[in-house]
T-cell receptor, first 117, second 111 residues
Framework: AQTVTQSQPEMSVQEAETVTLSCTYDTSENNYYLFWYKQPPSRQMILVIRQEAYKQQNATENRFSVNFQKAAKSFSLKISDSQLGDTAMYFCAFMKPIRGGSEKLVFGKGTKLTVNP | KAGVTQTPRYLIKTRGQQVTLSCSPISGHRSVSWYQQTPGQGLQFLFEYFSETQRNKGNFPGRFSGRQFSNSRSEMNVSTLELGDSALYLC??????????FGPGTRLTVT
């Protein structure tokens, strides 16, 4: 079974600075997908960024980028120019393609990020 | 386009009772997944439905069940509630693989 580990339960960063959240995973699969989700205090989970394992290029979405190291099974999220609205729980998630198209996300325990003014 | 809606948002039940939660996906989305979120266990997959068929199921007891209707709306049911069932239940819908949109969740408290 796949597992996802986020080793940083809590982190804080000053507004406008850069922060990196760590995520490692364990799988024997070669083809899979990785995600970072954000859950603000309002609790609506939002997709931040996605990475396909077969792509070597790291995904980027505006201020959010990932460092995907497939051999090391590492998938960190970098947030540049942190904003107060980035304060949230961040979840790393894994998905293995399943025949029939079924989608099942395996989540890490999350990292609580606080952006300080 | 309206987002994923879940009703009710908050619910208090007593041990032994049963509960039904509802999820209305984004229009056009045929896949609906359910997750349980607790402080201790984190986010755990319950099941996924597509076109009224359960495609995948997590490791939960048979007290947890679900269904999906022809309009893609989904319900999940928990029978014989236990204190440990207290959680935030999240529903997610998708039209394409790898793009799940989550609802605000239903906060269930079992006393």
């Amino acid at each position: 079974a796949q597992t996802v580990t986020q080793s940083q339960p809590e982190m804080s960063v000053q507004e406008a600075e850069t922060v990196t959240l760590s995520c490692t995973y364990d799988t024997s699969e070669n083809n899979y997908y990785l995600f970072w989700y954000k859950q603000p205090p309002s609790r609506q989970m939002i997709l931040v960024i996605r990475q396909e394992a077969y792509k070597q290029q790291n995904a980027t979405e505006n201020r959010f980028s990932v460092n995907f190291q497939k051999a090391a099974k590492s998938f960190s999220l970098k947030i540049s120019d942190s904003q107060l609205g980035d304060t949230a729980m961040y979840f790393c998630a894994f998905m293995k393609p399943i025949r029939g198209g079924s989608e099942k996300l395996v989540f890490g325990k999350g990292t609580k990020l606080t952006v300080n003014p | 386009k309206a987002g994923v809606t879940q009703t009710p948002r908050y619910l208090i039940k007593t041990r032994g009772q049963q509960v039904t939660l509802s999820c209305s996906p984004i229009s056009g989305h045929r896949s609906v997944s359910w997750y349980q979120q607790t402080p201790g266990q984190g986010l755990q997959f319950l099941f996924e439905y597509f076109s009224e068929t359960q495609r995948n199921k997590g490791n939960f007891p048979g007290r947890f069940s679900g269904r999906q209707f022809s309009n893609s709306r989904s319900e999940m049911n928990v029978s014989t509630l236990e204190l440990g069932d207290s959680a935030l239940y999240l529903c997610a819908s998708s039209a394409r693989p790898l793009e799940q949109y989550f609802g605000p969740g239903t906060r269930l408290t079992v006393t």
